[in-house]
């Protein structure tokens, strides 16, 4: 188990340093793109790249305690600091969303006041461009390996890459129209970043409410539990089945139930068939995940 857990490990640090290098040229290039090309779109967007990059190093903190095996201290283990990293991540694309819908409305507002806004320069549209083309690759490589390895931290960092990307999708059409119908559709710049941030609100808003279902030990879903209620039912000599709990602990499962069976059966029988129950579990739901079956008769 630790050395299945250290692999992971790898493979996580591995995808998120990838995604760090690259939120790292854009969040520069960005920056640079939307000053010099005078576009509040483009600057939006790049507040957005520096959350990703932010949050690439709590990825790689949390992810390296959640990693180590269980001690006194935590006897389920360390993996609940991946959902608190799952949580911050979601704060923090929170966080730049809100920004960048204030900023958008302040400049919409001081537009329509009689305010001129400067036309963004086609540098700013060209960085949009960009961005949209790398981000949307991190999203499909990151997305990707976080199945393999069932990270929802991983998931949630997928999903800042392709809300970076969506962001610039809205930035590229409001600055190519800002540009292309001239200075009175300036607006529309800052009217796309407003789109955007409220895209970015919703993504935020669906990681977090995961987040907190872990943190709070929420069940799994209903038809995971129904799943490990026939795994369990399967067995002839399994008479019922009561008090299951079920939660996550970062990226493993935990299942406790009470399996009745025939209480004339030898001890060592009984003892048996909870044991390859806990294997058919561990079959299907991973080597890691945590299994307590208390056996008692049927009555």
């Known amino acids: 188990m630790f050395s299945h857990d250290m692999n992971r490990e790898r493979e996580i640090y591995k995808v998120t340093l990838v995604g760090s290098v ?25 507040v957005h790249s520096l959350s990703d990059f932010v949050t690439d190093i709590l990825v790689l903190v949390f992810v390296s305690i959640s990693a180590k095996p269980q001690d006194q ?14 949580f911050l991540i979601a704060l923090a694309l929170m966080a730049a969303a809100t920004g960048i819908v204030v900023s958008g409305f302040q400049k919409s507002l001081s537009w329509l006041d009689g305010n001129e806004l400067k036309a963004p320069g086609w540098i700013a549209l060209w960085a949009a461009l960009l961005s949209i083309a790398i981000k949307e690759l991190l999203y499909q490589y990151t997305m990707h390996r976080a199945r393999k390895l069932d990270s929802q931290v991983m998931v949630a960092n997928a999903w800042h890459h392709r809300s970076d990307s ?31 941030g409220l895209m970015l609100v919703k993504v935020a808003y669906e990681l977090l409410k995961t987040s907190m279902g872990e943190l709070t030990e929420c069940s ?30 970062g990226n493993r499962i935990a299942i406790e139930a009470h399996v009745r069976m025939d ?23 991973g080597p890691t995940t945590h299994v307590s079956l208390h056996m008692e008769p049927v009555k």
């Open 22 to 46: 690259g939120n790292a040229i854009l969040l520069t290039f960005k920056f640079v793109a939307g000053i010099v090309g005078n576009s509040s779109a483009m600057i939006a967007d790049a």
């Open 263 to 285: 209480g004339q059966l030898p001890l060592y029988v009984v003892h048996e068939r909870a044991t390859t129950i806990e294997q058919k579990l561990k079959e299907r739901f």
């Open 166 to 196: 969506l962001s610039s999708i809205g930035a590229a059409i409001g600055i190519g129209l800002a540009i292309w119908l001239g200075q009175r559709w300036t607006v529309l710049d800052p009217l796309a970043s407003i789109v955007v």
């Open 73 to 86: 201290s935590h006897d389920y283990g360390h993996g609940k600091f991946e959902t608190i990293a799952s």
């Open 220 to 249: 799994l879903p209903e038809e995971t539990e129904n799943e490990i209620i026939e795994i369990i039912l399967s067995f002839n000599d399994v008479g019922q089945l009561h008090n299951l709990r079920t939660r996550r602990i």
